[in-house]
């Protein structure tokens, strides 16, 4: 097959062409009762999801782990948390999400796995155990200090020391997350055996946790201090990522999973999570169509919402993605908190706008359960955080806990999400002011728009597939082209023009009417979409 008509196969439609859909299983539906979202839960909402017109579902982590870090400290890659569920609750909800063409990945991280795995256990035991390579091991400095000066994303030393062999263990992240030695060719076939359980049971693919980092210097060099020139994180941390994270090696790696993804039937996914704030860098992990299907994109979530920096982000991106390269956008997920808060202040119509840009670039888009409803961040008081980052950074860092309560449903007692007088494991938001229920019928709401959007996206070659082009348009506004799709945003207080005509297909404004216009004049935060002559 051509490269262009493996992208518009019915094998890879779902993923290129329509819409994918986050959600957080212990906050989306509890279905027993204890507080914790479930995958029954999910279960029950398929219809929701279907009726919204979503066509893949990425589930957060769904294997047995201690939760240090809320199920991305793995202790088992093959099993489902008791919390969320069984083997047979997941695979009934792959196959009922199959019959309404929802497709269902899982999260794989395989940077690190929890200190309980029972590899890390052997590993820890002895010098000479069989698991001792798989992890990343070093003598102490003769003063007894860690072996270099990396440290930790979540603060501190990246490394710790363990008594009974006398070095320290690696972990980017947690002390309780250690990092697996993707050098142990034992690893790489034990991993990919962990992908090939899942896709043999009908996963679709998966979204891959720090999918640029797995590999690290074999001489675990120094890495090279912060300069002021690089991004806030960087200089925060105090050190750039020179020789823990992106290091050429890991795209060995990363084509080998490719090539197992795509030895299946029906191609199955890889979607990175490559947290680079350098769009070439990411860039290089889409390989040369030969590795990410689709690497997250951090400099457009990171963007704030304004017309040029977003244009120049996205023309960045479509001017540096290899040729057949397929974009994701997407605003909020369980790190970066929601967008409806983070770009948009809690204002609707800030909100309406930044739907209709996520649901017509070209690429895919990646809604975070509640960004349907204009969901916003609920602030958490610090006694109540869950969030291991929170605990550690508060005040200045509040973590990340405030994107990750429950789904709202309804107005009623416990929001839909748990029965009346449970208590959530994380609060509830303002579920009385924003909810599924009220939003369902309301053909204003912005349920209604993101619904109207997702199927006006799956109805319109233009949106599914063409390409992108900028077109000059005043300042604070930004206008683009699909084939003979326009869509015009207007990022400020003031009302626009854009030199633009054409039939309106929809509007952010629920009272604009559907007829053409000849000159297109945008009310604030108004975004349009027009099809031409
Ligand atoms: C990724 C996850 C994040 C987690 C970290 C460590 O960034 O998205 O939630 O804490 O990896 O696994
Ligand atoms: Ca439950």
Request: charged content about 25%; overall charge negative; proline content about 6%.
């Amino acid at each position: 097959m051509e490269p262009e008509e493996k992208m518009s196969s019915d094998a890879t439609r779902w993923w290129t062409e329509g819409v994918l859909y986050q959600i957080y299983p212990r906050s989306y539906v509890d279905s027993n009762g204890d507080g914790i979202g479930d995958l029954r839960g999910i279960i029950s909402k398929l219809d929701y999801l279907a009726w919204l017109g979503v066509t893949g579902v990425w589930l957060n982590p769904t294997m047995e782990s201690p939760n240090t870090d809320w199920g991305y400290d793995v202790s088992d890659y093959t099993s489902v948390h008791p919390e969320l569920g069984t083997m047979e609750d997941l695979e009934e909800l792959i196959d009922r999400a199959g019959e309404r063409g929802i497709h269902i990945l899982l999260d794989f991280v395989p940077n690190h796995t929890s200190d309980q795995h029972e590899w890390f256990m052997d590993s820890r035991s002895a010098k000479d155990s069989a698991h001792r390579d798989w992890y990343v091991w070093a003598d102490p400095k003769p003063d007894g200090s860690p072996p270099n000066n990396w440290r930790s994303v979540f603060g501190g030393s990246a490394w710790e020391y363990d008594d009974p062999t006398n070095q320290y263990y690696l972990h980017n992240f947690l002390d309780t997350q250690a990092d697996l030695n993707w050098w142990n060719e034992d690893v790489r076939n034990a991993m990919e055996d962990v992908l090939r359980f899942w896709f043999d049971r009908g996963v679709a693919g998966f979204r891959i946790d720090v999918a640029h980092a797995v590999v690290k210097d074999r001489e675990l060099r120094d890495n090279l201090p912060a300069t002021p020139e690089d991004d806030p994180r960087i200089q925060r941390l105090g050190q750039q990522h020179t020789f823990n994270m992106d290091q050429p090696e890991v795209h060995d790696i990363i084509r080998k999973w490719r090539k197992l993804a795509d030895s299946y039937d029906q191609p199955r996914i890889l979607l990175g999570e490559t947290f680079l704030l350098d769009l070439a860098r990411v860039a290089a992990y889409y390989g040369t169509g030969d590795e990410l299907n689709m690497a997250f994109n951090f400099p457009f979530v990171f963007s704030s919402f304004e017309a040029k920096q977003l244009k120049e982000v996205v023309e960045l991106t479509e001017s540096l993605l290899p040729p057949l390269a397929w974009p994701v956008w997407t605003g909020s997920n369980h790190d970066v908190l929601r967008f409806p808060t983070r770009w948009c202040d809690g204002e609707s119509d800030k909100t309406r706008l930044a739907l209709v840009v996520l649901m017509t670039l070209r690429g895919t888009p990646v809604l975070y359960y509640g960004d349907e409803i204009g969901m916003t961040d609920t602030k958490i008081p610090r006694e109540e955080l869950r969030d291991p980052v929170g605990q550690r950074f508060w005040p200045e860092d509040r973590g990340r806990d405030s994107c990750r309560t429950p789904m709202h449903w309804s107005a009623e007692d416990g929001a839909g999400f748990s029965p009346p007088g449970v208590e959530p494991w994380l609060r509830y938001g303002d579920y009385g002011a924003c909810n599924v229920e009220d939003q369902k019928d309301k053909s204003s709401s912005m349920l209604s728009l993101c619904r109207e959007l997702i199927a006006l996206r799956l109805e319109s070659d233009d949106l599914r597939r063409a390409g992108y082009e900028s077109v000059e348009s005043p300042e604070n506004t930004w206008v683009f082209r699909r084939g003979s799709t326009t869509v015009a945003l207007n990022f400020s207080d003031e009302a626009a023009r854009a030199d633009e005509s054409g039939t309106v297909l929809l509007s952010t404004d629920p009272a604009r009417s559907r007829g053409s216009v000849g000159e297109l004049s945008l009310a604030p935060w108004e975004g349009v979409i027009l099809a031409q002559g």
